[in-house]
């Protein structure tokens, strides 16, 4: 008996990305590489904006946290992933889930509101650049990001709340590689009416209103852009924000086909594999495009290891 919930199932069967045995030290080693790279890609991201005075800025603060997001979020799950690929039986208990389950609501949630912010920064910097120390200062930056974390507190704790008045009786196998929700609704034998209303308003939310703002900001960077005289001021504006834009595809596009798709079995694969961009090469290709497409990040790598060096 799972402790006080109503739930006959006291642990859960993760069948994993496949279940032939052939791939799955493949797996191991292809996804350790990404993990280790992620890792140290957001870490050293995270020490260089510490480090780098002249990248304590809004836009840097705003990549600060989604590094630190991504940090998180990949190690909610991936090292539970790295062992499930060298085990014969991948089991997690109850609790386990819905605790990797709230966390990931919560980061997941994070970085949509992150993103959300930096196109928004990246939006005043260049239509607003008179007013950009005011519209982007620090209590307002601080601010952002308050909202952000309040909004994926809140929507975390509907995910899980809603998931652990549910009752699961016989059936203990998910078709999937982590703690999401969709799989594990799927084995419910009680009503799940209430947690697809809240999957519906919650995921609606966190998923409408970041896109919304994000392509109203680039629609009038790219109209502000075009009128540019400057064919240097037009290069530098779409480098700083294509970066952002291949961040933002593949996190909402990866995560729309998971979310938005019908629920059946052969969506539920596709769904797998479309997880893997939102949770395992969104957070290892971050700090990799913001690093290699952004001059400002470079130049501090330069100074910051030069210093090392005496």
């Known amino acids: 008996m799972a402790p006080g919930n109503g739930s006959f199932v006291a642990e859960f069967i993760l069948v994993g990305l496949t279940d ?11 996804f350790l590489v990404m993990y280790m790279v992620t890792v140290l890609g957001n870490f050293g991201l995270l020490t260089l904006i510490v480090l780098s005075s002249h990248l304590h800025t809004a836009m840097y603060f705003f990549l ?10 990949s190690s909610v799950f991936t090292p539970k992933m790295l062992v499930d690929f060298l085990s014969k039986k991948n089991m997690i208990s109850y609790m386990e889930y819905m605790t990797q389950l709230y966390f990931f609501c919560f980061f997941v949630i994070s970085e949509c509101y992150v993103l959300t912010s930096m196109a928004y920064d990246r939006y005043v910097a260049i239509c607003k650049p008179l007013l950009y120390n005011v519209a982007m200062s620090p209590k307002v930056c601080s601010s952002l990001m308050l909202g952000s974390y309040l909004m994926a507190f809140s929507g975390a704790m509907a995910h899980t709340g809603c998931m652990l008045r549910l009752t699961f009786c016989d059936a203990n196998s998910i078709n999937h590689y982590f703690c999401d929700i969709l799989p594990l609704l799927q084995l419910s034998c009680t009503s799940t009416y209430m947690n697809e209303l809240v999957v519906f308003i919650v995921v609606g939310i966190n998923i409408i209103v970041p896109s919304l703002t994000i392509f109203v900001s680039y629609g009038l960077i790219l109209s502000n852009i075009i009128q540019i005289c400057s064919t240097e001021g037009r290069s530098k504006a779409f480098s700083t924000c294509s970066s952002h834009m291949i961040a933002v595809s593949l996190f909402f596009g990866s995560g729309a086909i998971m979310y938005l798709k019908p629920s059946s079995a052969g ?44």
């Open 20 to 30: 032939q045995p052939d791939l799955q030290l493949l797996l191991f080693f292809l």
């Open 64 to 73: 600060f946290n989604l590094s630190f997001i991504d940090l998180c979020y």
């Open 267 to 310: 969506s539920m694969h596709v769904g797998k594999i479309s997880s893997v961009f939102y949770t395992n090469v969104v957070p290892m290709m971050n700090p990799l495009i913001y690093s290699l497409r952004n001059k400002d990040v470079k130049l501090a790598l330069r100074k910051t290891l030069g210093r090392r060096k005496f």
